[in-house]
C-alpha cells in the first residue's frame, strides 16, 4: 500500500487542508507483509471514507490502529479526512464541513486519486464523532453509498445533552438553536425516518459498541429505533469501552463485513 499525507485547498471551507490516503499497491517483496503481496490493479478504486472522533484529526486511525495492514490485501482506497470538532456539520457559527465532506472532498479525491464514483464501490466508516457522521453520510446520501459503519457512535445527537455543562457554547456553534436539532437534518433518528419513507436506495449498515462505553445507551436507542423503523441494520455490542483496542478491533470486522474481496 501506498500512504499520501495530501495538503490542499478548500473552496468551500476557504481553508488549507490535510487528509491521509491510503492507495493499493500491487507490491510483492515487502518484508513482514501477510503473503507478501499488496492489491493489484490501477483503479479506478473502491473507496472506503474512514472519520476521526472529535478530538482527534486525520492522521489518527494510522497512529492508533492498523488500518494500513488490514487493508493491505485489498482493492480498496482509504480516505481520511480532518473536521476538527465539527459533528460533520455545516455549522451555525463556523465552516461548513458536511458540504465540504459531502461535495467537494469526494470531487476533488476523484480528481487527485483513481477513485471510482459508482455508489457500489463506495463505503464511509468511524468512531464516536466520526460512526455519527458515517451515519449521517449512509443516511443523508443513500445514492452515493452502499454501506455506512459506526463503531461506538454518537448516534442519538438529539439525545446527548448538548445544552449540559460545559457543550452549549460549543454546541450551539455547531448546531445552532438546540431545541430545534431534534427532527432536523442533524438527527439520525429523523433522517432514518426520512429515508424509510422515501424510494431511495438503503445503504447496508453496521453499528457496534462496547457496553462499558458512555455512548452504549445511544446505540441501544438506535438499534430499537431502526428495528421498529423497519432499517436493516447489523448491530453487535460486547465488552468494552470507548478505546482504540476496541476500534482496532472492530474496523477488521467492519472490512469482512464490506465483502471486498483481496485483490
Not at 72 to 82: D, F, H, Q, R
Not at 89 to 114: I, K, N, Q, V
Not at 180 to 185: E, L
Amino acid at each position: 500500500m501506498a500512504l499520501l499525507h495530501t495538503k490542499f485547498f478548500s473552496e468551500t471551507l476557504g481553508l488549507s487542508c490535510e487528509m491521509d490516503v491510503i492507495l493499493p499497491q500491487p507490491a510483492r517483496g515487502q518484508i513482514g507483509m501477510q503473503g507478501a503481496a499488496g492489491a493489484a490493479g490501477s483503479g479506478p478504486y473502491k473507496t472506503l471514507w474512514l472519520l476521526h472522533g472529535m478530538s482527534d484529526d486525520h492522521t489518527i486511525w494510522q497512529r492508533r490502529t492498523s488500518i494500513e495492514r488490514y487493508v493491505s490485501p485489498l482493492p480498496l482506497a482509504v480516505v481520511m479526512p480532518a473536521v476538527h470538532r465539527s459533528f460533520y456539520a455545516d455549522m451555525a457559527h463556523g465552516y461548513r464541513y458536511w458540504t465540504y465532506l459531502s461535495e467537494e472532498l469526494p470531487a476533488l479525491c476523484r480528481s487527485f486519486f483513481p477513485l471510482s464514483p459508482a455508489r457500489e464501490d463506495n463505503y464511509v466508516a468511524g468512531l464516536s464523532m466520526g460512526g455519527y457522521g458515517a451515519f449521517k453520510l449512509g443516511l443523508r446520501c443513500p445514492d452515493r453509498y452502499c454501506a455506512a459503519a459506526s463503531l461506538s457512535g454518537a448516534v442519538d445527537i438529539s439525545g446527548m445533552g448538548l445544552a449540559e455543562g460545559g457543550w452549549r457554547a460549543e454546541m450551539e456553534n455547531i448546531f445552532g438553536d438546540l431545541d430545534a436539532v431534534k427532527g432536523s437534518d442533524h438527527d439520525l433518528l429523523a433522517v432514518s425516518e426520512r429515508l424509510v419513507a422515501s424510494d431511495a436506495p438503503r445503504p447496508r449498515l453496521f453499528a457496534w459498541c462496547g457496553t462499558d462505553d458512555f455512548l452504549y445507551d445511544q446505540n441501544v436507542t438506535f438499534r430499537r429505533h431502526c428495528d421498529t423503523i423497519g432499517l436493516p441494520l447489523d448491530y453487535s455490542e460486547g465488552p468494552g469501552g470507548h478505546s482504540w483496542d476496541m476500534w482496532d478491533e472492530q474496523i477488521q470486522n467492519v472490512l469482512a463485513w464490506m465483502g471486498i474481496e483481496s485483490g
